[in-house]
């Protein structure tokens, strides 16, 4: 399994290769100074079907290529959090300035598949599991976020949205969603590594070998929590040196590699 973590300037995008070449995309969000989208980059090489579209919270940076995602690629599978109203969402985002096209597309997804998901898709050896708040309990996007959990081979990544300190505190009341967190190796820090999406309980629980970053340039003073200290740690470069963070904003895309029975490895 491959797993690439793409520089999206401030937004999420994260592809993963399974090993019976199914393609998940987690968020799409594309970099409007690089020129860099996932869909020109991933339809370039080849893929023509979306297998799962995660989508972690229905704002903008998580969503900016999904037009193009949608006139390149079949979506069979579309996962997010269930339990927000599709007219609750176009409410929120006309109160907050108006609806882009890729919003709209975004909701008219939420509203279209509802089918439910009767039997365990099939993802090479990988699994995901989604949690979330429920709403009205919560009414703003960050969170409502979909946590979600992909475990592959014993080596389990925690994508964690936007989702903020009220929001953990209220997942981490749930002892299932508690033991998923602690089997996490790899997690993708909240809103982008901010003051806002750091809630220190949750490291009470989950004891991580390496954290990753999707973020721009830093403009803010709380745009950046210090996660140094809360990771293992992964040798880098052959050692002596561990590497505890990573960011797109520093290392670029970031690739996670897998093989059955093998250790991971991390390249950027």
Same mark, same amino acid.
């Given at each position: 399994?491959?797993?690439? %973590?793409?520089?999206?300037?401030? #937004?999420?995008?994260?592809?993963?290769?399974?090993?019976?070449?199914?393609?998940?995309?987690?968020?799409?969000?594309?970099?409007?100074?690089?020129?860099?989208?996932?869909?020109?980059?991933?339809?370039?090489?080849?893929?023509?079907?979306?297998?799962?579209?995660?989508?972690?919270?229905?704002?903008?940076?998580?969503?900016?290529?999904?037009?193009?995602?949608?006139?390149? %690629?079949?979506?069979?599978?579309?996962? &997010?959090?269930? +339990?927000?109203?599709?007219?609750?969402?176009?409410?929120?985002?006309?109160?907050? #300035?108006?609806?882009?096209?890729?919003?709209?597309?975004?909701?008219?997804?939420?509203?279209? /598949?509802? =089918?439910?998901?009767?039997?365990?898709?099939? /993802? #090479?050896?990988?699994?995901?599991?989604?949690?979330?708040?429920?709403?009205?309990?919560?009414?703003?996007?960050?969170?409502?976020?979909? @946590?979600?959990?992909?475990?592959?081979?014993?080596?389990?990544?925690?994508?964690?949205?936007?989702? =903020?300190?009220?929001?953990?505190?209220?997942?981490?009341?749930?002892?299932? %969603?508690?033991?998923?967190?602690?089997?996490?190796?790899?997690?993708?820090?909240?809103?982008?590594?901010?003051?806002?999406?750091?809630?220190? =309980?949750?490291?009470?629980?989950?004891?991580?070998?390496?954290? @990753?970053?999707?973020?721009?340039?830093?403009?803010?003073?709380?745009?950046?929590?210090? /996660?140094?200290?809360?990771?293992? #740690?992964?040798?880098?470069?052959?050692?002596?040196?561990? &590497? /505890?963070?990573?960011?797109?904003?520093?290392?670029?895309?970031?690739?996670?590699?897998? +093989?059955?029975?093998?250790?991971?490895?991390?390249? @950027?």
């Amino acid at each position: 399994m491959v797993v690439d %973590f793409f520089d999206v300037a401030h #937004g999420f995008c994260a592809a993963v290769f399974t090993d019976n070449r199914k393609l998940l995309l987690v968020d799409c969000g594309k970099n409007d100074e690089t020129g860099f989208a996932p869909s020109s980059h991933l339809h370039a090489h080849g893929w023509r079907t979306i297998s799962g579209l995660i989508v972690q919270n229905f704002d903008q940076d998580h969503v900016s290529d999904l037009d193009n995602i949608l006139r390149l %690629f079949n979506v069979e599978i579309f996962y &997010r959090n269930t +339990t927000v109203p599709p007219e609750y969402l176009r409410g929120l985002k006309l109160l907050g #300035g108006g609806i882009t096209r890729q919003m709209g597309s975004a909701i008219s997804l939420h509203q279209t /598949y509802t =089918e439910p998901i009767l039997v365990p898709q099939d /993802y #090479g050896g990988a699994s995901i599991r989604l949690y979330f708040n429920g709403y009205p309990h919560f009414t703003d996007t960050n969170n409502l976020s979909a @946590i979600t959990f992909m475990d592959y081979d014993g080596m389990r990544i925690a994508f964690t949205g936007d989702i =903020e300190v009220d929001g953990w505190n209220a997942l981490l009341r749930n002892p299932i %969603f508690v033991l998923e967190l602690s089997g996490a190796n790899i997690f993708v820090a909240s809103h982008h590594g901010r003051e806002s999406g750091f809630c220190k =309980e949750v490291f009470d629980h989950c004891y991580p070998d390496i954290i @990753i970053m999707s973020d721009k340039e830093i403009v803010h003073d709380t745009q950046e929590h210090d /996660y140094s200290t809360l990771a293992r #740690g992964i040798i880098w470069n052959g050692g002596p040196q561990k &590497r /505890y963070v990573l960011s797109t904003r520093k290392d670029g895309r970031i690739r996670l590699t897998k +093989t059955m029975g093998g250790p991971y490895h991390v390249t @950027i």
